[in-house]
Nanobody, 124 residues
């Protein structure tokens, strides 16, 4: 059974940091393209970062220089280190995997595998 379980969300002040974790079971992150999606209230899900099966990474312009994605193949985990958080970073963060990690999806369930998400709140 495939499961993706996110953790690490919480409430921080602007400028603070959080580290999100995604525990994956049922497939190997080493063989898969993995992404983190951000959904602000009332908005679609935006791909903020991805790490491909070859280890290459990509970031949206909105988080470039502030967020870092990584994975631990031995633990089958994916992480998102978020620094210099801004109020506009608030929302739900989903870990997901798909052969086609689109930049925007209207619902996270459009992707092949996804977790239930973790809430991030950033106060100004």
């Amino acid at each position: 059974e495939v499961q993706l379980v996110e953790s690490g969300g919480g409430s921080v002040q602007a400028g603070g940091s959080l580290r999100l974790s995604c525990r994956v079971s049922g497939f190997a992150v080493d063989d898969s393209d993995m992404g983190w999606y951000h959904q602000a209230p009332g908005h679609e899900c935006e791909l903020v970062s991805r790490i491909n099966n070859d280890g290459t990474t990509h970031y949206s312009d909105s988080v470039k220089g502030r967020f870092t994605i990584s994975k631990d193949n031995a633990k089958n985990m994916v992480y998102l280190q978020m620094n210099s958080l801004k109020p506009e970073d608030a929302g739900v963060y989903y870990c997901a995997s798909d052969e086609d990690l689109r930049t925007v999806v209207f619902g996270i369930s459009e992707l092949r595998y996804w977790g239930k998400g973790t809430q991030v709140t950033v106060s100004s």
